[in-house]
């Protein structure tokens, strides 16, 4: 089993900050690309920011400038610092990450709950 788990969803005020976080646990061999995506209403899913085990990062044009993405591999762990946030960010954001298991040779895509981000404005 694998779960990935989110917190640091929530209200926020126009121009203000997040912190999203998402931990991999399970029975995990090798921990790929994390990333995060996320779906407005009425829209499809997109990527936010991606980062690979060796750090190279890639973000959408979107939120260059304002969102930074992080890993702490020892933790399994991938977070994203939303700043300046705007209306246009509201949404849920999923986390994703390419893995794996002991027993596999190849890996999958696991994916989170998703933790929904609302600007108050």
């Known amino acids: 089993q694998v779960q990935l788990v989110e917190s640091g969803g929530g209200l926020v005020q126009p121009g203000g900050s997040l912190r999203l976080s998402c931990a991999a646990s399970?029975?995990?061999?090798?921990?790929?690309?994390m990333g995060w995506y996320r779906q407005a209403p009425g829209k499809q899913r997109e990527l936010v920011a991606a980062?690979?085990?060796?750090?190279?990062?890639t973000y959408a044009d979107s939120v260059k400038g304002r969102f930074t993405i992080s890993r702490d591999n020892a933790k399994n762990t991938v977070y994203l610092q939303m700043n300046h946030l705007k209306p246009k960010d509201t949404a849920v954001y999923y986390c994703?990450?390419?893995?794996?298991?002991?027993?596999?040779?190849?890996?999958?895509?696991?994916w989170g709950q998703g933790t929904q981000v609302t600007d108050s404005s």
């Open positions: 980062i690979s085990g060796g750090d190279t990062t």
């Open positions: 399970g029975s995990i061999n090798s921990l790929y690309v």
């Open positions: 994703n990450a390419r893995l794996r298991r002991p027993t596999m040779t190849f890996a999958l895509d696991y």
